[in-house]
């Protein structure tokens, strides 16, 4: 059985941080890309960050470049996302997903940034 879950998130106050998990099982993790997405009321469904199967290539929007950075442990079948200086714009419903052959999604971590 597949398995993707989310966790890490938090209500935060702005110019903080926190760190996102996605725990996976199932199926080969090391084998496939995975992507964080957000998801907001009023802007939709939003790509954030990308990494490459073996974790060499990463790639970020625009609004997120130089505060978050993603990371994989293998090892470990886990993605992380680490969120620095949090804006209010940053709050959302954070999903991760794999990407590839097939696509297994998690059911997402909520991210609060207010104050």
């Known amino acids: 059985e597949v398995q993707v879950v989310e966790s890490g998130g938090d209500l935060v106050q702005p110019g903080g941080s926190l760190r996102l998990s996605c725990a996976t099982s199932?199926?080969?993790?090391?084998?496939?890309?995975m992507n964080w997405v957000r998801q907001t009321p009023g802007k939709g469904l939003e790509w954030v960050s990308y990494?490459?199967?073996?974790?060499?290539?990463?790639n970020y929007v625009g609004s997120v470049k130089g505060r978050f950075t993603v990371s994989r442990d293998n090892a470990k079948n886990t993605m992380y996302l680490q969120m620095n200086s949090l804006q209010p714009e940053d709050t959302a419903v954070y999903y991760c997903?794999?990407?590839?052959?097939?696509?297994?999604w998690g059911q997402g971590t909520q991210v609060t940034v207010s104050s």
């Open positions: 997903y794999s990407s590839g052959e097939r696509y297994f």
């Open positions: 199932g199926f080969a993790f090391g084998a496939y890309n």
């Open positions: 990494i490459s199967n073996a974790g060499k290539i990463s």
